[in-house]
């Protein structure tokens, strides 16, 4: 059996850095060089050091990446890379007050994780999904299919949406047409060196019952807080669906599985390790982009107008003329 590592904080310091080295999966796309990172940090690891002190510089050194699924796990505090936090909230695309007061308004509707309304003389169908920490069940959409069946499209705000449990992202996809279409491509980092990576999946859309399938053209909404699950949603149906129109602003990205361990000294961690690409082979690790950029008026939300869900509206109708 191989001995236990030591406890002490150089230790720990050396068997976060050497993991993180061997099993991170996106060096290039972040242009980290890792060596430069261990330069600035390990001088400020000593044995007598803190344990709060050793948290920071651990919390620094994983902040380095600039992934918001990094962190350090401690008793007393978890780290957070406040600049993704900043990309991803100050460039907020969506007033929720607007929304709730002027589209979905007093008589806004709940199903499930849904809040929901009919927009444009109800001619489109508009659904707010917080989170897809929330889970879709099969009846909520058949009911929400149905209760919409004479609109002519569907606009799902992901706006803010910060992500959750990717089973949820193949619920949400119910309400698209069903085939065996190719989604995206994924690996996982096997081996130490930065570029050993496992051979490619193939990803292919659930099957799922039609009862679920809204069947008319579809709007999705992101902006930089659609992070994680949701730019995996956007991944799936951008090019994939010919109905289907990403509208907003680039996602927050997060499009790696994240994984995580135990450090010598009781701590934990986690970070990706693996990386998803499109049917192309592209990498949207920093952000998936929308299909029609429409980032929010500040003029127009003063006056109670989302232009956001009004390019949306726009786009759904001429598709139906």
Known sequence: MEKEPGKDPVTTFEYLWKTVDEQYSFFDVKGVDW?????VYRPKVSEKISD???FNVLGAMLNALNDGHTNLISP???SHNELVYRRMYANSNIDPDVVVLNYLTINYHTT???????IRDGQIAYLRYSSFTSSIADDDLEYLVNRYKNTKGMIIDLRQNGGGNVDNVWNLMKLFPRGDRQLYQTQIKNGPAHDDFSDISIV???SHDEKTTYGKPIVVLTDRGSYSAT???????KSNFPDATIVGDTTGGGLGLPNG???PN???YRFSITRTLDNNGNNYENGMPPDVTEILDPVQTAQGIDNVIEKACDILLTIAK
């Open 35 to 39: 060596d430069s990172v261990y330069a």
């Open 52 to 54: 709060d002190s050793l």
């Open 76 to 78: 007393f505090d978890v």
């Open 112 to 118: 499930g994780a849904f809040t929901h309304n009919a």
């Open 204 to 206: 292919k859309q659930p």
């Open 231 to 237: 730019s995996f949603f956007s991944l799936c149906i």
């Open 261 to 263: 361990g135990e450090l």
């Open 266 to 268: 009781g701590w934990s």
